[in-house]
């Protein structure tokens, strides 16, 4: 694998770490799709870092259990500024 994207895995996964964020947000800071993100962070980070790809597992898992609460809120106020 090139230098350049373990590079980038491990940095994407820094980010997800320390800022507790989605892979949404992690594809929209560095200006890349979310496929290359979560490839990055689930299959790439693993040959290069197994402990970082566990820490960074936890935060998506988070972040995966707790999607649907999120899209039920943003629902919630896409409705409360259409009446308004």
């Known amino acids: 694998m090139k230098s350049y994207i373990e590079e980038r895995a491990m940095e994407i996964?820094?980010?997800i770490i320390?800022?507790?964020t989605t892979v949404r947000h992690a594809a929209k800071?560095?200006?890349i799709s979310?496929?290359?993100v979560h490839k990055d962070v689930t299959?790439?980070?693993m040959q290069v870092n197994p402990t970082l790809a566990?820490?960074?597992r936890k935060v998506l898992?988070?972040?995966k259990s707790e999607r649907h609460i999120r899209g039920g809120l943003a629902t919630k106020e896409k409705y409360l500024h259409?009446?308004?």
């Open 43 to 45: 299959e790439r980070l």
């Open 54 to 56: 566990a820490e960074t």
């Open 61 to 63: 898992d988070v972040n």
């Open 29 to 31: 800071h560095f200006g």
């Open 18 to 20: 320390d800022n507790n």
């Open 34 to 36: 979310k496929s290359t």
């Open 82 to 84: 259409q009446h308004a």
């Open 13 to 15: 996964a820094r980010y």
